[in-house]
């Protein structure tokens, strides 16, 4: 017969893995871990304004970058000057937005980058933008 | 050992040999899943050195395959779980559903008999076979998949056609549910009710052979239109936990006692 701390190990780890885990990803996160089953519409685009050396300011690819980063991270940036659907991708790098100004500013030689990051839930939902400016080292 | 374990420990085998499948060198990627990389990349918790995280992707592979076959198959599952999921943190752009499908799988196989059946060394039977701690997690699975989709931008279709037009989904399957906005609708319209459904027929045994037929025709679909072969396989794998156990098979069951008796 089951023992009373079995079955209550067994019922935490069910309610963990088929309640709590996916409720919390769904409400307050990505829904990443929700198991949405290739339902995620979500998309993000990423616009890089660089000033150069000279002085002159241009609009960058962040297709750019992709020399500076590791393989399989380089399609998340690919093409991404227009809009891109890849949930895990949206959702790990929106929160890096500083971090991809200082990797552009080593990759493209700049005094300064302006990197803004554009997100999108869903088709119907709000367009979301975070911008950061670096001052990049001389 | 119970005869329940029998479906678990069919399950067991099956999802390890996805996880093998798709973590190593078989997946045609070259090297194992997670394996460090030159170049930035965005992390998850502290950053590891190179060294220990292709240690962690060796000992995830170690023990994923004796989960496969047996060998203190519950510390093996676990361990092959927490190391996927620590290799993951040091490149999340490349999470997946199906990594985190089996990562979680191995991870909740330690808690059911699924490493008492079928194995070299099976493990000892625990009070219970967590039997149900296996059906409940997969049925929930289908149930919070299809609640993902009660969106407009999934019920009307809008979804598949984008997923269309990006080319995740492919082939002749997606080209004939993609093709007009009527019959995206009623695809979109389709699966979400398919996965609402097929948690409560696979947990109710009077509609559970439905439950199966509809849940392996599904993953096929997804198999053919979104090339998402490791996710269908895993969910196929993990569909073993439905084969009737004894006690829900009577006739087995009474073939078993027979066989007992004559032994």
Redesign the interface.
Known sequence: ???AE??L??RI??IL???AI?LAS?VGGS???????????SRYRIRIEAEGRDGVRRIISPSALAS??????RF?FAGAEAWR?AS??ES??AP?VP?IAQ?SCRVLDARSVIVRFDRQA???APITSSTVEERCAP | VRPDARGLGAARIAFATVFLLRTTVLSGSGTLLGWP??????V?GPHLPDPIVIALCLLRTGCAILFLVGVRARIAGAMAGICGYLVLAQ???????ST?LLY?GAI?FA?TDAGARFAVRPDRP???D?L??AR??L???YA??G???L????LDG??LE??HH?G?LRGWLADLVTATATSRAIAACGIAGC?LLLGPLLLWKRTRTVGIALAVALHLG?AVA?R?EA?SWAMLALLLVYLPTSREDPALWARRSTSASAG
């Open positions: 017969m089951p023992t079995d079955r190990t067994r780890a069910l893995v088929a309640l996916p769904r829904g990443r871990f929700a198991w949405t089953m290739f339902s995620q519409t500076a980063v590791s393989p399989s991270v998340a659907q895990a991708a790990v790098l890096r971090e990797l869903d088709l119907d | 990389e030159p170049g930035w990349h965005p998850i490149n999340p752009v490349t999470y997946l559903q985190h979680q909740l808690f625990g009070a219970s967590g149900f701690l409940g997690w049925a929930s699975i919070w998949a609640i993902a989709k969106r407009a931008d999934w809008r979804a984008l997923l990006d995740a996965e997804i979104a998402a996710f």
